[in-house]
C-alpha cells in the first residue's frame, strides 16, 4: 500500500453567546485543519488539528502541510508511520518542529493511524495494544466567565448526564473568590464527584502555593497548570510541596521535553495534548514514559482519537471530555466512556 495523496480543508469556527475565559485567555474562535490522507487500495484516513482563538492560524498550519509536509509523506507506506514521523520532524527543525508544524505532523500522524485502522478493519485500540474497552472520563464545563449561578448548573447537568468529576476553571483575582466558586460546585454536584481545578498557567511559586493548599484542603482531585509550562524548576517543587496532585503537560511539546518533566518529578499526572504533543504515535510513548515512573495519564482534551489512545495505556486515568450531545457517537457509561469499535477512529 502506497499513499497516493494528503488532502486539507479548512473549517472556521464561529463563537455564538458569550465566548468562553480561563485564567490566561478568551476562546474567540478559530479555525480547524482537517487532513485526509488517501492511498492506492481506496482506503483513506482523517486527522485535524483545531485552533480555539487566533483566525489565522488555521491557514497558516493548513499552508504549512500542503507545502512542507504533505510531499514527504506521498509515496510512502502508511504503516511506516514512525519512519514519517522521522522524515517530519527532520524536515521542520530548521525552523522548528516545536510549534505550529507539531499540529501539522499531529495530524497526519492521526490520519495515517485512522488510515491503518480502516486498512485491517479494526479499531485503533486493539491496533495500539488494547488495555480496556472504556475509560473514566471528566466534564471540563467549569469557564471562568461563568457566574456563580450558571456554574452550578452546568456541573450540574455533567453530573446529570453520567459524569462522575468535573472540571472547572480557577485563577479569579482573589483566592477568596476562587475558593467560593469551588464550594458552590461541590454544592451542586454532591459527595463522590471528583472536582479538579484548572489554573491555565497562571500563577507564579508563590502563589500557587497558597492557593494550591486551599484547593487541597477544599479536597479537589488535583490543580492543573498552576505554573507556565516551561517552568519545570517550579513544577517540582511545587510538586513536593503540595498534597494535592499537580498535573501539567497540555502546553509542552514532544516528548523529549515530558521527559524532562518525568525525570525531575515534576508532575504527579501528564496531560497530554494531541496536536502539541506530536499525535498518537508520539504521545503513546510519552505514555510509555511515564508509566515507567509510576505517573498516570490524562489527556488534554477529548474525543474519539483521544479515548482510542487512552483505553491502550495500562496508566491512563481520565480522559478530558465535555457535555455530551444528542448527537454524539460517543456513549457515557458508569462514569466511563466506551470506545467505538468501528474501524479505525470509528468516525466514518
Request: glycine letters at 12%.
Amino acid at each position: 500500500m502506497k499513499i497516493t495523496s494528503v488532502e486539507t480543508t479548512v473549517q472556521m469556527q464561529e463563537v455564538k453567546g458569550e465566548p468562553k475565559r480561563d485564567a490566561l485567555q478568551v476562546l474567540s474562535g478559530g479555525g480547524t485543519v482537517t487532513v485526509t490522507v488517501r492511498s492506492d487500495e481506496g482506503v483513506a484516513g482523517k486527522g485535524s488539528a483545531g485552533f480555539g482563538r487566533v483566525r489565522s492560524a488555521a491557514g497558516t498550519l493548513q499552508r504549512i502541510i500542503d507545502e512542507a509536509l504533505a510531499p514527504l509523506v506521498v509515496g510512502e507506506d502508511p504503516f511506516f508511520i514512525k519512519k514519517i514521523r522521522e522524515k517530519l520532524w527532520q524536515e521542520t527543525e530548521y525552523h522548528g518542529s516545536i510549534g505550529l508544524a507539531l499540529f501539522g505532523i499531529s495530524a497526519i500522524d492521526i490520519a495515517l493511524w485512522d488510515l491503518m485502522g480502516k486498512a485491517v478493519g479494526q479499531p485503533v485500540y486493539k491496533l495500539l495494544g488494547a488495555h480496556r474497552d472504556r475509560v473514566p472520563a471528566y466534564a471540563m464545563v467549569g469557564w471562568l466567565n461563568y457566574g456563580e449561578d450558571a456554574l452550578k448548573r452546568v456541573c450540574a447537568q455533567a453530573v446529570e448526564q453520567g459524569y462522575r468529576a468535573v472540571k472547572m476553571k480557577v485563577g479569579r483575582p482573589t483566592l477568596e473568590e476562587d475558593v467560593r466558586r469551588i464550594e458552590a460546585v461541590q454544592s451542586a454536584v454532591g459527595v463522590g464527584v471528583r472536582v479538579m481545578v484548572d489554573a491555565n498557567q497562571a500563577f507564579n511559586l508563590s502563589e500557587a502555593l497558597l492557593r494550591g493548599r486551599a484547593y487541597q484542603d477544599l479536597g479537589c482531585y488535583w490543580f492543573e497548570e498552576p505554573l507556565p509550562a516551561d517552568d519545570v524548576d517550579g513544577l517540582a517543587e511545587l510538586t513536593a510541596r503540595l498534597d494535592i496532585r499537580v498535573a501539567s503537560g497540555e502546553n509542552t511539546y514532544g516528548k523529549r521535553a515530558f521527559r524532562q518533566m518525568l525525570q525531575r518529578r515534576a508532575v504527579d499526572v501528564i496531560q497530554g495534548d494531541l496536536r502539541r504533543g506530536g499525535g498518537v504515535t508520539e504521545l503513546m510513548e510519552v505514555a510509555a514514559m511515564a508509566d515507567a515512573f509510576n505517573i498516570p495519564y490524562a489527556s488534554h482534551g477529548g474525543g474519539a482519537v483521544q479515548l482510542h489512545m487512552l483505553a491502550a495505556m495500562p496508566n491512563a486515568c481520565y480522559l478530558e471530555s465535555g457535555l455530551l450531545s444528542p448527537t454524539s457517537r460517543l456513549r457515557l457509561e458508569e462514569g466511563c466512556l466506551v470506545v467505538p469499535e468501528g474501524p479505525g477512529f470509528g468516525q466514518g
